[in-house]
């Protein structure tokens, strides 16, 4: 899990695309003015977050996440393997 996987997952929050992401602060600025909070610190919250979400099973390693999932794909954005 990384800062990375956060920025994949709050630029689908925001409906925000590849090409509005690269090489500016577009996605920071979205999200301050939706959330009035820093990416970075929310990265932090989310991290305490993703333990209380339910656990789903990887479709090729068949291992346990706990995991903020895509609302348009099949796919996991962030996660962190369940114990």
Same mark, same amino acid.
């Given at each position: 899990?990384? #800062?990375?996987?956060?920025?994949?997952?709050?630029?689908?929050?925001l409906? *925000? #695309?590849?090409?509005?992401? *690269?090489g500016?602060?577009?996605?920071?600025?979205k999200?301050?003015?939706?959330?009035?909070?820093?990416?970075?610190i929310?990265?932090?919250?989310?991290?305490?977050?993703i333990g @209380? #979400?339910?656990p789903?099973?990887?479709?090729? =390693?068949?291992?346990m996440? @706990?995991?903020?999932? =895509?609302k348009?794909?099949? *796919?996991?954005?962030?996660?962190l393997?369940a114990?």
């Amino acid at each position: 899990m990384d #800062t990375f996987d956060f920025e994949d997952l709050a630029a689908e929050m925001l409906n *925000v #695309t590849d090409e509005q992401r *690269v090489g500016n602060d577009y996605l920071q600025m979205k999200f301050y003015e939706k959330y009035d909070i820093e990416l970075d610190i929310a990265y932090e919250l989310v991290k305490d977050l993703i333990g @209380h #979400t339910i656990p789903v099973k990887a479709g090729l =390693s068949k291992k346990m996440f @706990h995991a903020f999932v =895509s609302k348009n794909e099949p *796919v996991m954005l962030m996660k962190l393997e369940a114990n």
